[in-house]
């Protein structure tokens, strides 16, 4: 499970390898129950340029282990693993 992050976690590549804890919190538009219960651990492997949608992205398989991927864009709590 990977994930790329923005600005505000990258730290000049610091972040590269670091593990979060990753969970839904809320949807962050109208997608019906777009959060699963539960959480995913990810490893930071990639930075995520301007554009970026948020502080931290998912893989495909580490974002539909917390929510519907048919909600698209998620709220989430992330804690350093």
């Known amino acids: 499970m990977v994930a790329g992050v923005s600005d505000a976690l990258w730290n ?15 949807g962050a538009n109208q997608a019906p129950r777009p959060c699963r219960k539960g959480s995913v ?4 492997v990639d ?22 991927p048919d909600a698209g864009k998620v709220v989430v709590r992330y804690d350093q693993a």
């Open 12 to 26: 000049g590549g610091a972040a590269c390898g670091r593990k979060y804890r990753v969970s839904c919190v809320r």
């Open 41 to 44: 651990v990810v490893t930071v």
């Open 47 to 68: 930075f995520c340029r301007k554009g970026c949608n948020g502080v931290i992205n998912l893989s495909q398989d580490a974002f539909s282990r917390i929510a519907d």
